[in-house]
């Protein structure tokens, strides 16, 4: 029988009031490995987790933001104390492999870490006033009721990344997980839960917390358009992106979008070729090709090319497929067959394009095991050019589109030429090549001789033009969103002073 798992708001582990559920299975092992069925919510619960979380708010926000911040320092002492465990559960329901799990874990216990520390910062700004005895000062304050709405493909780091920076602010918290990945969510929730009741005590706030299982279309809608929820932060494919911002940003709330990618890796003739190829097999087979920064696009130098196909594909075909809990796993499953299939479309586009070549994989992978998942074989194009739809669109699978060029601008004006920025790399040995492709690369995070995966929680994390709108997670720059600034004006001279008007 599965485990049956459930919602919790205002502080109670409940079922939905539709008392439908759906199930979560490993994308490894899918007909024989049931991990647990989960509610599909409706508008009523929705709505019972906003009220709580108002309710939460006004209490919450007046916790002094250290203690909130010795909550987030307990959360991260759990998160390291349950990695492992933690870890072998998300690779059984994404199924990304152990290594790449317990990375996904430690992000969220470095975002923890450094969220506590931000409670005894959230540092603001004063500055003199331009009138005689007065005092300047502005500061942060929190919002209110945010609504998290998360993916998939990093279902312990991504909402960390959200929910630690919002709590530690003082914000109350609505989150909704992708429907692939409600395990991982549940275990956060209850970290996070039980480290309240130990920091708190007498003071815990039911409903500052809450958790709603189910659909984008009915739970992530019914938040995106409520008139109590202040703010969405999301996270998630740029259609979905663009309908909740049209439907958040109609009602005047903050939103927080964080969205597609089509990131390349440039490799210049002078580059370390050993080097470069480690970066692309690690950023276009890690995570089987399904994160946001991953490397679907290889710009190589012409002068290289044929050199590093030949060597690139040596390395490809000694990569192991597999369960990712199991020894010696480079590449799991996608996470689903519609993900799978999604890809497999992709790669039939690839092969009815123009002049694309496919000099590896190109098919599922069912060979024993592997027929239990949604396994697909690490794919590769050539001779792909710049306008192709595989050189255009995100595919979110194991295919690296191979693009040549034949100096540096030619492959800057090969990477920017997508909608997108959010990822990018440039390996050269030429240190005046790498500033300028820093200057000019249009994208939100550049690795120089890295791969185009592996940012770290306290910088910046975003992209530009398509791959959001223009806030970050990570670092400091994320408390920008989750705070609002007052500006405060003291006055001691005991008299009216009209600023702009006395003063000049
Ligand atoms: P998705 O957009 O399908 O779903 C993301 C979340 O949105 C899920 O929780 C889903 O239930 C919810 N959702 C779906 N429809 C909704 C609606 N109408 N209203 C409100 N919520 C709705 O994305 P996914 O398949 O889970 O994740 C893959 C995508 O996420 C890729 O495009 C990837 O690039 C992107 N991503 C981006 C980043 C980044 O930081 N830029 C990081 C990870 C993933």
Redesign the pocket.
């Known amino acids: 029988m599965a485990k049956k798992y459930q919602n919790f708001i205002n502080g109670e582990w409940r079922d939905s009031s539709s008392h439908e559920s759906f199930e979560n299975r490993n994308p490894a092992d899918w007909d024989n490995d049931l991990i647990g069925t989960f509610p599909s919510s409706n508008v009523d619960d929705v709505d019972d987790a906003v009220i709580a979380a108002r309710a939460a708010f006004k209490k919450w926000r007046l916790i002094p933001a250290p203690r909130r911040g010795d909550v987030l320092k307990v959360v991260g002492d759990k998160m390291l104390k349950h990695k492992d465990e933690i870890a072998f559960e998300m690779t059984r329901e994404m199924g990304k492999v152990i290594a790449e799990t317990k990375g996904d874990v430690q992000e969220g216990i470095d975002t923890a870490y450094y969220a506590a520390s931000e409670g005894r910062r959230l540092f603001g700004f004063n500055a003199p006033s331009e009138m005689p005895n007065k005092m300047n000062l502005s500061f942060r304050v929190p919002i209110g009721v945010g609504g998290f709405?998360?993916?998939?493909?990093?279902p312990m780091a991504?909402p960390t990344w959200k929910l630690f920076p919002a709590l530690v602010c003082g914000n109350t918290c609505v989150f909704?997980?992708?429907?692939l990945t409600p395990k991982t969510a549940t275990t956060l929730v209850k970290i996070i839960d039980e480290a309240m009741k130990e920091v708190l005590g007498k003071d815990y706030i039911p409903g500052v917390l809450n958790l709603v299982h189910g659909?984008?279309?009915i739970v992530?809608?019914a938040m995106?358009s409520h008139p109590e929820i202040d703010f969405i932060s999301f996270?998630?494919?740029?259609e979905?992106g663009k309908?909740?911002n049209t439907v958040a940003g109609g009602d005047l709330k903050r939103v927080s979008l964080?969205?597609?990618?089509k990131n390349a890796q440039i490799v210049m003739d002078d580059a370390d070729m050993e080097l470069a190829l480690d970066a692309v097999l690690w950023g276009a087979f890690g995570t089987t090709g399904q994160r946001?920064t991953a490397t679907s696009r290889l710009i190589l130098h012409k002068k290289i090319h044929d050199k590093f196909i030949d060597k690139l594909i040596k390395r490809v075909d000694k990569l192991k497929l597999g369960y990712g809990n199991n020894e010696g796993v480079d590449i799991g499953p996608c996470v689903s067959e519609t993900q799978r299939e999604n890809v497999n479309k992709y790669v039939n586009i690839g092969i009815e394009e123009d002049k694309a070549t496919l000099v590896y994989g190109g098919d599922y992978a069912v060979k024993g095991d592997l027929s239990k998942g949604w396994f697909y074989k690490p794919t590769i194009f050539t001779n792909v050019t710049q306008y192709m739809r595989i050189a255009q669109e995100?595919i979110?699978g194991p295919v690296l589109s191979v693009l040549q060029c034949k100096d540096l601008d030619d492959a800057i004006a090969i990477l920017n030429g997508t909608q997108y920025g959010?990822s990018s790399s440039i390996f050269t040995k030429n240190v005046n090549n790498a500033f300028k492709a820093v200057r000019d690369i249009e994208a939100g995070i550049t690795y120089v001789n890295g791969a185009t995966i592996g940012a770290e929680a306290h910088m910046p994390?975003?992209?530009v033009k398509a791959?959001?709108n223009g806030h970050r997670e990570g670092g400091w720059t994320v408390y920008d969103f989750y705070t609002e600034w007052k500006a405060v004006y003291i006055d001691y001279s005991g008299k009216l002073q009209r600023a702009q008007i006395d003063n000049y």
Do not use: D, H, M, Q
């Open positions: 709405i998360t993916p998939w493909n990093f991504i909704k997980p992708a429907e659909s984008g279309a992530g809608e995106t996270t998630g494919s740029s979905v309908r909740i964080e969205l597609g990618g946001c995100e979110f959010l994390f975003g992209g791959t959001g």
